[in-house]
């Protein structure tokens, strides 16, 4: 996600889309691990859109 699209976001939408990404690096990072997936550059996105979702709601 680009950060103007987080930035129109309210906080309750980015708290549900936090959520959300959590949960899918819950579910990927099993996936990782029983090989089911072996493109782990997915992971890296998500954990960066994470990253800028808490940078966005701890400077407001």
Do not use: C, P, W, Y
Request: proline content about 0%.
């Amino acid at each position: 996600m680009k950060m103007k699209e987080l930035q129109a976001m309210g906080e309750q939408e980015l708290g549900r889309q936090l959520a959300s990404l959590r949960e899918q690096v819950r579910d990927l990072t099993f996936k990782i691990h029983s090989k089911e997936v072996k493109n782990s550059h997915t992971l890296q996105n998500i954990k960066k859109d994470i990253a800028r979702i808490l940078t966005l709601i701890n400077s407001k």
